[in-house]
């Protein structure tokens, strides 16, 4: 079975699919062939260890660890303390079987999600969230699904303020509000709802659950390699003498 996890946010989610293994990068499985097992969702458990999750989830579903042939997380951009617990569970029940662990990029999740629901909405959606540093991260649906690299190369920033002399200027918020004030424009999704919904009144917020996660990793558009998408450099501070 797949098992798949999404702690981005808030609210943790994680899915178990009736599937041996993932398709290769590019290749999809038939939703009619797949079938999910158990989904449960904790409005309050988006940081700290995940296996409590997990352990529900494969209770309710009658299942046990060793059941478990294919792992899929979401890998950001959000909370860094959940996704990095999700991965480390993760990585600690695939390890032992020999199984990859593939990320999925969460604001792809979330547009994927509203996607299903709206089929018709304009494209392209897009998902903000707040990326500190007075910076926003936007991530825009593409037309083509299979260039999606689940990396922060599929993120692009936006400035709150200007750039200081020798930074490279970054394109300012503005232009995002502009288009979420246009009532003809794509829905535009916010992934951090109490931060920017004064920014973007408008917006809605987003919704990236283990479902989305699964769905993804099974139409083959996940990166094998499950790491954190970081939007800023690491920071390290000096060691204390």
Known sequence: MLLAIERSAKAASAALYEVDA????????????????????????????????????????????????????????????GIRAALALLRGLAAPRHIPVVGVNSAAAAAYAYRSANPGAPRPIRV????????????TEPDDPTSLVHT???????????????????????ELTALAQNPDAAPILLADPVRLAPLFPQALPAHADANGIAALALAGLYNPNADPIYLHPAVFGAPSP
């Open 22 to 81: 993932l398709p290769p990068v590019g290749h999809a499985i038939s939703p009619d062939l797949v079938r999910c097992r158990a989904f449960l969702q904790d409005e309050a458990d988006g940081c700290g260890d995940a296996y409590p999750l997990v352990e529900r989830l494969l209770h309710q579903a009658n299942a046990t660890p060793d059941d478990l042939s294919a792992f899929a997380v979401g890998v950001g951009p959000g909370s860094f303390s």
């Open 152 to 174: 922060a190369q599929d993120i692009r920033l936006y400035s709150r303020t200007e750039a200081k002399p020798g930074q490279d200027p970054l394109p300012p918020v503005a």
């Open 128 to 139: 903000l969230g707040d990326a500190r540093h007075s910076h926003i991260w936007c991530f």
